[in-house]
């Protein structure tokens, strides 16, 4: 559900149109901001009712899941798991996905974050990955996958898709290719800005951040549903400092890529006097700031600071106003299980053109 400030359902098209889907939070509005929204939740993985309607209707029967489990013991080497080491080094080794995408493959496929796989998780994600997967709308094999598709591209492990995945979302389906890190060009730049505007939301707040212990502070704006590693992409635009050679402290704690801005400020006392201090590690020193921190903080758009979640991406696939994903976390081949379902002789572009998706 898409929540508002008193915690009810709201149509994010309509929110559009009024403004009421832009928040500019300072952080001292935080905790009574946090009483009324919800944290967008973490998909955990459990075998249901859905989940077997799944896999009949994609057609994974007895022999298809014993080739899956033959597949399993066999990475898995007797322990009971696949880790993400032998996950990315089987599926690289026999080319089953497309080039570097192993890793977000295996993202996507442990819904519990836990760093490994047991049979279950693996066997569904194999089949939902699989290239004769039938993809249909408004069903358990459309929202499957569609849940699949959104994990792919959700790097940041937020639980919602920032500007920046939801572009790379676009571009791999542009070129019809299961691809986390296609290149974006202008024109899916300005498709994506089109789409986050229509689809997303936007609730920001101005973080205090501090670049070296002896710099001064400056006020950053940021998605409060951006993780800390969409934080270190902004500030590298904002600072000129690569991602990469970042390390954000709060306090006395480093903190995780993977975790929510908004998560962590809200675990604070005083999340209004929050400052993270950005250090540079590239040359083992605190980076001063210099000019930089003199640095004007130029105005962006609030589409590009839209986070899109899964139920407003769900909604708008199954709607047909997002098409192509169909065609989106596909193996390239899967030679161990054959899936017999209703499309299991037909091309996966005849797959992909029914899903509509």
Same mark, same amino acid.
């Given at each position: 559900?898409?929540?508002?400030?008193? /915690?009810? $359902?709201?149509?994010?098209?309509?929110?559009?149109?009024?403004?009421?889907?832009?928040?500019?939070? #300072?952080?001292?509005?935080?905790?009574?901001?946090?009483? /009324?929204?919800?944290?967008?939740?973490?998909?955990?993985?459990?075998?249901?009712?859905?989940?077997?309607?799944?896999?009949?209707?994609?057609? *994974?029967?007895?022999?298809?899941?014993?080739?899956?489990?033959?597949?399993?013991? =066999?990475?898995?080497?007797?322990?009971?798991?696949?880790?993400?080491?032998?996950?990315?080094?089987?599926?690289?080794?026999? %080319?089953?996905?497309? $080039?570097?995408?192993?890793?977000?493959?295996?993202?996507?496929?442990?819904?519990?974050?836990?760093?490994?796989?047991?049979?279950?998780?693996?066997?569904?994600?194999?089949?939902?990955?699989?290239?004769?997967? &039938?993809?249909?709308?408004?069903?358990?094999?459309?929202? +499957?996958?569609?849940?699949?598709?959104?994990?792919?591209?959700?790097?940041?492990?937020?639980?919602?898709?920032?500007?920046?995945?939801?572009?790379?979302?676009?571009?791999?389906?542009?070129?019809?290719?299961?691809?986390?890190?296609?290149?974006?060009?202008?024109?899916?730049?300005?498709?994506?800005?089109?789409?986050?505007?229509? &689809?997303?939301?936007?609730?920001?707040?101005?973080?205090?951040?501090?670049?070296?212990?002896?710099?001064?502070?400056?006020?950053?704006?940021?998605?409060?549903?951006?993780?800390?590693?969409?934080?270190?992409?902004?500030?590298?635009?904002?600072?000129?400092?690569?991602?990469?050679?970042?390390?954000?402290?709060?306090?006395?704690?480093?903190?995780?890529?993977?975790?929510?801005?908004?998560?962590?400020? *809200?675990?604070?006392?005083?999340? #209004?006097?929050?400052?993270?201090?950005?250090?540079?590690? *590239?040359?083992?020193?605190?980076?001063?700031?210099?000019?930089?921190? %003199?640095?004007?903080? =130029?105005?962006?758009?609030?589409?590009?600071?839209?986070?899109?979640?899964?139920?407003?991406?769900?909604?708008?696939?199954?709607?047909? +106003?997002?098409?192509?994903?169909?065609?989106?976390? %596909?193996?390239?081949?899967?030679?161990?299980?054959?899936?017999?379902? $209703?499309?299991?002789?037909?091309?996966?572009?005849?797959?992909?053109?029914?899903?509509?998706?």
């Amino acid at each position: 559900l898409k929540l508002t400030g008193q /915690g009810k $359902p709201v149509d994010a098209r309509a929110r559009c149109k009024t403004g009421e889907h832009q928040k500019t939070m #300072e952080p001292s509005h935080l905790q009574s901001w946090n009483q /009324g929204l919800s944290l967008i939740p973490v998909p955990v993985f459990q075998v249901s009712w859905e989940t077997d309607n799944f896999l009949e209707e994609a057609g *994974c029967d007895a022999t298809a899941s014993a080739g899956i489990r033959a597949l399993f013991d =066999q990475i898995s080497n007797g322990t009971g798991v696949v880790s993400r080491d032998s996950f990315c080094h089987f599926f690289r080794q026999h %080319r089953i996905c497309p $080039p570097d995408t192993e890793g977000a493959f295996f993202r996507a496929l442990d819904r519990q974050k836990v760093g490994h796989l047991d049979f279950n998780a693996f066997r569904l994600g194999c089949v939902a990955a699989h290239p004769d997967c &039938i993809h249909t709308l408004n069903s358990s094999s459309g929202r +499957e996958r569609c849940r699949f598709i959104f994990d792919f591209y959700n790097a940041s492990e937020s639980g919602a898709l920032t500007f920046q995945e939801l572009s790379k979302l676009l571009a791999a389906r542009s070129l019809g290719t299961s691809d986390d890190e296609c290149a974006i060009d202008l024109a899916q730049i300005s498709s994506a800005l089109d789409l986050a505007t229509k &689809i997303g939301d936007v609730e920001t707040l101005n973080l205090r951040v501090q670049v070296g212990l002896s710099g001064a502070e400056n006020m950053v704006r940021v998605s409060s549903q951006w993780s800390w590693a969409s934080m270190k992409q902004e500030l590298s635009s904002v600072f000129g400092i690569p991602d990469q050679e970042q390390q954000l402290v709060l306090g006395t704690r480093l903190l995780k890529d993977s975790e929510c801005i908004h998560r962590t400020l *809200c675990e604070l006392d005083r999340p #209004e006097s929050a400052v993270v201090l950005l250090v540079r590690k *590239c040359s083992g020193q605190v980076q001063d700031t210099g000019d930089v921190c %003199r640095m004007q903080i =130029q105005s962006a758009a609030d589409a590009a600071f839209a986070h899109v979640t899964f139920a407003s991406f769900c909604w708008h696939v199954e709607s047909e +106003e997002l098409r192509g994903t169909s065609r989106l976390f %596909r193996f390239r081949k899967f030679r161990y299980a054959k899936l017999n379902g $209703p499309q299991s002789q037909e091309s996966s572009a005849a797959a992909s053109h029914q899903g509509g998706a």
